[in-house]
């Protein structure tokens, strides 16, 4: 069994910085796709940031990029997203979810962790 559990969300002032992390069991990162996803109230899910073994860059939304950084640690089998430079606009819940290599979608996920961001 595959669980995913997220850490590091809390509430910050415009400008300021967080990082997330969250460790899988159950799956190696060398052997799974992983992402993050946010969630804002009245809003769809959608992916910020994505890692695959294979890549050499990773992939990050127009809306963070040059902000967030995304990074997996595979001695602690552990992702990371590295979010600098906080916007109001960045409010919301942060999913981390892993997918299977050779699949499209992901299979497994968090219980998410609340990012809010007071302007």
């Known amino acids: 069994q595959v669980h995913l559990v997220e850490s590091g969300g809390g509430l910050v002032q415009a400008g300021d910085s967080l990082r997330l992390s969250c460790a899988v069991s159950g799956r190696t990162l060398r052997g799974s796709r992983m992402a993050w996803f946010r969630q804002a109230p009245g809003k769809e899910r959608d992916v910020i940031a994505s890692?695959?073994?294979?890549?050499?860059?990773?992939y990050l939304a127009d809306s963070v990029k040059g902000r967030f950084t995304i990074s997996g640690d595979n001695a602690k089998n552990t992702v990371y997203l590295q979010m600098n430079g906080l916007k109001p606009e960045d409010t919301a819940v942060y999913y981390c979810?892993?997918?299977?290599?050779?699949?499209?979608?992901?299979?497994?996920w968090g219980q998410g962790t609340q990012v809010t961001v007071s302007s």
């Open positions: 979810a892993s997918g299977a290599l050779g699949s499209s979608g992901y299979d497994y």
């Open positions: 890692l695959n073994p294979w890549d050499v860059y990773a």
